[in-house]
């Protein structure tokens, strides 16, 4: 009797340890898709659009086709852009008062909104490169000399000062005084005017030896490019090899080596150990040497100011505007061009954003506006053909904007849509004979929200809305039962 009751007792145990090793129900990809856009409508509600945005991101891992969270990226995509860029433009406004504190919050903000903000992220790597900066140059302050002249002495930009500013870690670059001294920081890749014996290190010394990297600048000549000119060209005059013209590219902080124009003042740098072959009779030569002192501008007095003719105010005023005029035509078309350029390579998105740079300045330029239609189009396309018809719609409906005359347009915005009702429709009739209401429920109203007379869409929703109600309340009320 005691082993016929043992072997029960063991097949009793193994019962129990079987049913606990029963897998647990899973979830369906729609239905935890659903959970993260509950997740999501609930973080965009409360203004939290980094969240939401996650949230609807984890939606598509489950459930590519979902087109609520497609629709979502998209919209709340171009929002934190917009925020991010309106966070980026108030840190540069602490940035060039020199708040660089301020400024970093700012730029770390943009860059939660939208990571890939290049702007910002350049100029957090540069207080990045800082802090690793270990060489540098004494100077002692003299009077009437601030930031920005010793950015123009040692670096031929006065716009650098950002750089001397953010070594140091002043708050205020405008609040320095006589006798402080101020460590003017070596980058590599960036030319100093100075000395090499000048250089010292964290620890005060001379290093051993200065870096391939640090380019090392005697002085400078200005000269003024003539047509056919380019830097290639300037680098075999006066150092005899074209590929050394990344030494003025980076001298006159240029990034776009074909944006140099006939007209312009360029800085050529007499670099320390490279051949300098320069014509001090050259016409096109304005100046040569940097001065040993540099001359403090200052301001006007009144009464001097008062003595100049009116007339030469006025023509001094017209040319600083039509040079104003070339500066930006030159980078509208610098624009224009890196746009033309990225859409060839199909880089539609980052060639969108290059276009709409050209509108904020011309807003009527042409060719940004079609290059525009045609750079939606193809992002339409594309979402098309992957089945995201409702991000297909909002690309050729873009696209259209652009191009009112856009007939494949209006062709593709009919077929996206007849397909997007098509397909909804249908997967609500799927889940609604699964009985999951909720979810069919979400299926018929993006068919709702698009067209309400589609078929029997509003019938069916009413009947499902019906149906989940009295569900709930039986629910609700075997609920209150079991409580009692």
């Known amino acids: 009797m005691k082993t016929k009751a043992g072997i029960i007792g063991v097949l009793l145990m193994l019962a129990i340890v079987a049913g606990c090793l029963k897998p647990a129900t899973t979830k369906s990809p729609q239905k935890i898709a659903n959970e993260y856009t509950a997740k999501a409508q609930e973080y965009e509600k409360n203004g939290d659009l980094v969240e939401a945005l996650e949230q609807y991101k984890l939606a598509l891992t489950v459930d590519p086709q979902n087109q609520l969270a497609n629709g979502k990226i998209s919209t709340i995509g171009q929002e934190l852009q917009r925020m991010a860029e309106e966070r980026y433009q108030a840190g540069k406004v602490f940035y060039a008062n020199g708040q660089y504190g301020q400024a970093r919050k700012e730029f770390l903000t943009a860059l939660r909104y939208y990571p890939e903000h290049p702007e910002a992220k350049k100029l957090l790597a540069v207080q990045k490169e800082l802090e690793q900066v270990s060489t540098y140059i004494l100077h002692t302050l003299q009077a009437d000399e601030s930031i920005s002249t010793l950015a123009q002495q040692y670096y031929g930009d006065y716009r650098k000062f950002h750089l001397i500013a953010q070594y140091n870690e002043l708050e205020d670059a405008t609040r320095v005084r006589a006798g402080q001294e101020i460590k003017i920081p070596v980058l590599e890749g960036i030319p100093i005017i100075a000395d090499p014996s000048e250089i010292r290190t964290d620890s005060g010394q001379a290093p051993q030896?200065?870096?391939g990297d640090i380019i090392m600048v005697k002085g400078y000549i200005t000269h003024i490019i003539?047509?056919?000119e380019s830097l290639s060209k300037l680098a075999r005059t006066y150092?005899?090899?074209?590929?050394?013209?990344d030494f003025i590219a980076k001298f006159n902080n240029i990034d776009d080596i074909t944006s140099v124009r006939a007209g312009q003042e360029i800085k050529i740098p007499e670099v320390e150990g490279v051949p300098f072959l320069v014509k001090e009779q050259d016409e096109n030569i304005k100046a040569y040497k940097v001065p040993e002192e540099l001359p403090v501008v200052k301001e006007m007095p009144e009464k001097e100011k008062a003595a100049v003719p009116k007339a030469e105010k006025e023509k001094a005023a017209a040319l600083k505007k039509e040079k104003e005029k070339i500066a930006a035509?030159?980078?509208?078309?610098n624009?224009?061009?890196?746009?033309i350029e990225l859409y060839n390579d199909k880089k539609y998105t980052d060639a969108i954003m290059e276009f709409q740079k050209v509108l904020n300045v011309t807003p009527s330029d042409k060719v940004a506006i079609n290059y525009l239609s045609l750079a939606h189009f193809e992002k339409g396309v594309r979402s098309f053909e992957k089945d995201e018809y409702s991000q297909a719609i909002k690309e050729f409906e873009t696209s259209r904007k652009y191009n009112k005359?856009?007939?494949?347009?209006?062709?593709?915005?009919?077929r996206s849509q007849d397909t997007f009702k098509d397909v909804h429709y249908r997967e609500g009739f799927a889940l609604y004979k699964k009985e999951k209401l909720a979810e069919a429920i979400n299926e018929w109203e993006l068919v709702h929200n698009m067209d309400p007379a589609y078929k029997d869409v509003d019938k069916n929703l009413k009947r499902a809305r019906k149906m989940q109600e009295r569900l709930?309340?039986?629910k609700k009320s075997k609920a209150e039962d079991n409580k009692q």
């Open 209 to 211: 030896a200065v870096s």
């Open 226 to 228: 003539q047509p056919g």
């Open 239 to 245: 150092y005899g090899d074209y590929k050394k013209y």
């Open 329 to 333: 035509d030159n980078q509208v078309a």
């Open 335 to 339: 624009y224009r061009e890196l746009g």
């Open 405 to 414: 005359d856009c007939e494949k347009c209006e062709s593709y915005i009919k």
């Open 472 to 474: 709930e309340a039986i």
